[in-house]
């Protein structure tokens, strides 16, 4: 599935674009959680993915419409993980090393946020957040954190990188369904 997006993407960084490749990228899920997970490149395209399509919007005024997206839903490895009573947030980390962000745990569950490997049918570019990013379709972009590594379970919250640059940690999309 995939190749339909309408519009094009900005690539915007606060660091170099990072390179990844099997032999120097991992993903792991820690914190507060039953069960601390981590896979190699090999493990990680393994798990069973799903398909969704959704528009993609900056902050900045722009949109790219119809995006298929294939990933594993951020619920599922939070089901993985098993989250522990004292959890409130997720924080995602970046492989540039610099960014991170987070979600609250309500959030995170949403059906529609996807940690996601591939764009419009083809493994996502390390322009674009690749190898994996995540996806949050109802939050402007700068919540859709790129070249994703790791997620940490934490209790209360933590300010992410734009938020500490004055952006609303509230990132909603107008029209969304506000959690």
């Not at 492989?95 to 946020?113: C, F, I, K, N, P």
């Not at 996807?114 to 700068?142: C, F, K, T, W």
């Amino acid at each position: 599935m995939g190749g339909g997006a309408e519009g094009h993407f900005r690539v915007y960084t606060v660091t170099d674009i990072p390179s990844f490749d099997n032999s120097n990228w991992s993903f792991k899920v820690d914190g507060l959680v039953d069960n601390k997970l981590h896979w190699n490149w090999e493990q990680f395209v393994k798990l069973q993915r799903e398909v969704q399509v959704s528009d993609f919007h900056c902050i900045t005024g722009w949109s790219v419409y119809k995006n298929t997206w294939e990933g594993i839903p951020l619920a599922k490895l939070l089901d993985m993980a098993g989250v522990q009573r004292t959890a409130t947030s997720v924080k995602f980390y970046s492989g540039d090393g610099v960014y991170t962000d987070s979600l609250t745990l309500e959030q995170a569950r949403m059906d529609d946020v996807l940690v996601a490997v591939m764009h419009d049918g083809r493994p996502i570019s390390n322009e674009l957040g690749g190898p994996v990013r995540l996806v949050v379709p109802q939050m402007y972009a700068y919540k859709s954190v790129k070249w994703l590594n790791r997620i940490e379970l934490i209790k209360g919250d933590h300010v992410g990188y734009w938020e500490q640059r004055g952006y609303s940690s509230d990132a909603w999309l107008p029209g969304s369904e506000k959690i």
